[in-house]
């Protein structure tokens, strides 16, 4: 088996100056917030592939029933030589897009992005191990920043799955879906994973489940904080908090001082004090309608071909093309 090819735009240290500026941004803000970025260390990342299989929480459950029944239609209509995967982690329900696009005959390469060198590196190698004779080009970068930089020969089809668009607030959105339609040329593809707008009890607990993994996953953020910034900040002394923003139509993820906390962050030579109470965002989760969906696709340059539910109506995909 060859290695497969690895482009690295984002290093160990960048992510560290990052982690910085956003850091100090977030915690000398009123109120205070940092990155969902952030929560993607080994154990968070750990954490998280537990949470998809929780009972409460749907979002991946759904969208994989969504890929079992229209892989191949998408694989049919795209005709794509290259899949990129935008955030691609460990690549499972990508697979279900390779083997189709591999069935209709189009499929000559992958090319995943992630922020984690070392599972891209091992995600590319098992799909260079499963799929002889596929290309495999991984670019270790940052979604929101290094689209410009995406191989793969055209037709692409760029995947952006699990809703994680819904982590970016409306502005992000924009800029996030501009990007990858100038990196797109006329015909190309975009498949966009979107948690739809349900009942908000349903939502609350797929993001506060009884088990309590969410709990430890947002409290773990903290734990990444401590050992990259040198902080000594107490995940025991906050609660897990999760409220549906009937607004914004998004869920909102914070962690919740249960006592008074002083805490201090070495690498920036900064205090941290959070009241009793005192609240700090980790993480917004936006739920979607299908007119909103289709609103920001057009004002970025795309055209909504094909908008695909599960069976309850709970997740979507949408295949947009870019208008010429």
């Not at 390779?98 to 000559?108: F, I, N, Q, S, V």
């Not at 098992?126 to 037709?155: K, N, R, W």
């Not at 924009?174 to 975009?190: M, T």
């Not at 009884?210 to 430890?216: I, N, S």
Request: net charge negative; no cysteine.
């Amino acid at each position: 088996m060859t290695e497969p090819v690895l482009d690295v735009h984002l290093t160990p240290e960048d992510a560290v100056v990052a982690l910085r500026a956003e850091a100090k941004a977030g915690l000398t803000a009123r109120p205070k917030w940092v990155s969902p970025k952030w929560f993607y260390d080994a154990v968070g990342s750990d954490l998280f592939e537990e949470i998809t299989k929780l009972p409460e929480y749907y979002p991946t459950r759904a969208e994989r029933e969504i890929l079992l029944a229209r892989a191949g239609e998408i694989a049919a209509t795209t005709g794509a030589h290259a899949l990129v995967e935008l955030g691609s982690g460990s690549s499972e329900k990508t697979r279900l897009l390779l083997d189709a696009l591999r069935e209709h005959g189009t499929l000559r390469e992958f090319v995943p992005l992630d922020v984690s060198a070392s599972a891209l590196t091992e995600a590319a190698r098992q799909i260079l191990a499963d799929y002889p004779g596929l290309a495999v080009h991984g670019v270790v970068g940052d979604f929101t920043e290094h689209l410009g930089l995406l191989p793969g020969s055209s037709p692409r089809l760029v995947a952006f799955l699990g809703g994680t668009i819904g982590n970016l607030i409306p502005e992000e959105r924009d800029k996030f879906l501009a990007s990858v339609r100038d990196v797109l040329e006329p015909g190309e593809w975009l498949l966009l994973g979107t948690d739809l707008v349900k009942d908000p009890e349903v939502l609350v607990r797929a993001y506060d489940d009884a088990r309590g993994v969410t709990a430890e996953f947002n409290r773990n953020v903290l734990r990444v904080l401590n050992r990259e910034l040198g902080a000594d900040l107490d995940p025991l002394a906050f609660r897990h908090v999760a409220l549906w923003n009937a607004d914004q139509e998004w869920i909102e993820m914070r962690l919740r001082a249960v006592r008074a906390v002083r805490a201090h962050v070495a690498a920036l030579e900064l205090d941290v004090e959070f009241a009793e109470g005192e609240e700090l965002r980790t993480e917004v989760s936006a739920k979607f309608r299908r007119e909103g969906v289709e609103r920001e696709l057009t004002a970025a340059g795309f055209e909504l071909h094909r908008w695909w539910t599960d069976s309850e109506g709970r997740f979507a995909l949408s295949l947009a093309r870019v208008v010429g």
